[in-house]
């Protein structure tokens, strides 16, 4: 794609980038066939290749609108289209660039304004979101159901503990993150239990908060900036020890922005080294446990026969499409004599994408029931997902549990 940008980006490095992923696009559309929103909505412009041509006109100079915001709003960040993109078009970086300017230059409503202001200030900090759980869940009756439906029902029975330190030399770090440990506090637990029969000790350093993904995906990237550097202070005492081997991601989505810190803070002088050594660090859970998966197989094997019990997995968008793991979960799964159900266009997104269910409802709202419907179509008794978002937003259209995979694979080894 040929392109000739503004002045005022054109030797920026944020304008050098798009610049180059504009180029490498050769308008093919076969992303277009992957596009959930394009799916709904059959509008060219609701599809990558015309928020591509979208955001290309924007930084090339041309007007923008109120029209140009709803497009590029409606996308989900799925990345959908990279996975199936045969020239390797880095959309999800194009579009975080073209956001950026957009906000500069295309104004809110008030009510917009005050909605990505509370998401922003309230969701990243456990001290606020908390206690507005807890009242939501007692006022939960009264509210009106776009907002009921997003307030989760207390969890039943006790939470199972951390497991005790057991002095194990391989140790690893964990996120405790902004929302899980309020809505599925047993998810790193679990983990922690896990990894502990493996030999491994996990623990969550004081003071890391939120990854930065919420802030930086309702475009206040110089905040989310700030999240990300926080991050980073609190684990990189633990990091130049040569004390842990790996940072263990329990919330996909949180992996997939924490893997990008290198390129996000490439141009801080006093962090682009240290974010580039988190970010090599990172793994997913999943690939954690496989790497142990003789072991794993082992201690299963002692546990208990195969359950037998018939499971549909989820495959988180930032899980397939963000960080290119696939069938990793489902073999773990199998392993631990779970039964998979099979899920039709399991590449599609579920619609939660952060805070997408609360900035667009009705999209998240139809993705949700067609992800459900695909999901519940083997009559399994149970979805599992491995990202708070997903999860979350599922178990709202549900009737059928909705868990964290390791929570099966823990409950396995406890029998």
Not at 59 to 74: C, I, M, N
Not at 103 to 132: N, Q
């Amino acid at each position: 794609m040929q392109t000739n940008l503004a002045d005022f980006i054109k030797d920026t490095p944020e304008g050098r980038e798009a610049d180059a992923i504009l180029r490498t696009c050769v308008h093919c559309g076969f992303c277009t066939a992957v596009c959930p929103t394009y799916q709904l909505l059959g509008d060219e412009l609701d599809g990558p290749r015309g928020r591509i041509y979208l955001i290309k006109q924007m930084l090339e100079g041309q007007p923008v609108s109120a029209k140009t915001q709803l497009h590029l709003d409606r996308c989900l960040s799925c990345r959908s289209c990279e996975t199936t993109c045969p020239s390797g078009v880095k959309y999800h970086r194009l579009l975080d660039i073209g956001r950026d300017v957009m906000e500069k230059r295309v104004g809110r409503s008030v009510v917009a304004k005050a909605t990505r202001f509370l998401l922003c200030e309230a969701l990243p900090r456990p001290w606020i979101f908390k206690p507005v759980v807890k009242i939501g869940q007692w006022v939960r009756p009264l509210l009106p159901s776009v907002l009921a439906d997003k307030v989760p029902t207390p969890a039943e029975g006790a939470l199972k503990p951390w497991p005790q330190p057991q002095g194990h030399k391989r140790r690893m770090i964990a996120l405790a993150g902004c929302v899980q440990p309020t809505l599925t506090p047993n998810t790193n637990a679990a983990t922690a239990r896990v990894l502990d029969k493996l030999g491994i000790e996990l623990f969550e350093p004081v003071g890391a908060g939120c990854c930065g993904a919420l802030r930086y995906h309702l475009n206040a990237q110089e905040q989310a900036l700030d999240d990300m550097r926080r991050v980073i202070d609190a684990w990189w005492p633990h990091i130049e020890s040569g004390s842990v081997e790996a940072i263990v991601m329990t919330a996909s989505g949180c992996g997939a922005h924490v893997r990008e810190y290198g390129d996000m803070l490439k141009h801080d002088a006093a962090y682009a080294a240290k974010a580039a050594r988190v970010a090599a660090l990172t793994r997913d859970a999943s690939e954690v446990i496989a790497a142990e998966q003789a072991r794993l197989v082992e201690l299963l094997r002692i546990a208990s026969a195969g359950v037998g019990q018939r499971v549909a997995f989820h495959s988180p968008c930032t899980l397939q499409h963000g960080q290119k793991i696939r069938g990793v979960v489902e073999s773990l799964l199998a392993a631990a004599g779970y039964e998979l159900s099979p899920v039709a266009d399991p590449h599609l997104c579920c619609g939660s994408a952060g805070t997408y269910s609360i900035t667009q409802p009705e999209l998240s709202k139809q993705l949700r029931d067609n992800k459900l419907a695909a999901l519940g179509a083997g009559s399994p008794s149970v979805f599992v997902t491995a990202n708070i978002g997903c999860q979350t937003h599922l178990q709202s259209g549900s009737a059928t549990p909705v868990r964290h995979w390791i929570e099966l694979i823990d409950e396995r080894l406890a029998s």
